[in-house]
């Protein structure tokens, strides 16, 4: 039984690490080709924030699916809707967590988008792992 239990909270511990290099990497994607898009179409930067960001969902979707929690299955239709599911609300939840800390605090911005970022990871890490890529 403890065995057992070890490996679980090392399978854990490492799709965590896992998963944040996958964070990392999201987010280098998504800030690449926001400015490479902002270079050339500057007056549509809402619209490449949306390109951008969707870059970045494909590469985490990609890269959690096969290394994180490392599923050899093709992607399902079920699949994908749970795993815009988990990053809409850990993008709600960010937004709610960066306007209340953003409103009700005298925190810098940087750290009141660290906590969000915090609170995004958290939902996303736990929907993906439990539900998404379950």
């Keep these: 039984?403890?065995?057992?239990?070890?490996?679980?909270?090392?399978?854990?511990?490492?799709?965590?690490?896992?998963?944040?290099?996958?964070g990392l990497s999201n987010t280098l994607v998504d800030y690449l080709v926001f400015f490479l898009l902002y270079h050339w179409f500057h007056n549509y930067y809402q619209g490449i924030q949306v390109i951008s960001y969707s870059c970045g969902m494909v590469n985490s979707y990609l890269l959690n699916k096969y290394w994180t929690f490392q599923k050899k299955t093709a992607p399902g239709s079920a699949e994908i809707f749970k795993f815009i599911t988990?990053?809409?609300?850990?993008?709600?939840?960010?937004?709610?967590?960066?306007?209340?800390?953003?409103?009700?605090?005298?925190?810098?911005?940087?750290?009141?988008?660290?906590?969000?970022?915090?609170?995004?990871?958290?939902?996303n890490y736990t929907g993906s792992r439990y539900w998404v890529f379950n």
């Design 86 to 123: 988990v990053n809409a609300l850990a993008l709600a939840a960010a937004s709610a967590a960066l306007y209340l800390a953003g409103h009700n605090s005298h925190l810098s911005m940087f750290l009141c988008k660290t906590i969000a970022t915090g609170i995004s990871m958290t939902v």
């Design 1 to 22: 039984m403890a065995n057992s239990l070890h490996a679980i909270k090392n399978k854990d511990a490492r799709s965590l690490l896992l998963f944040s290099l996958v």
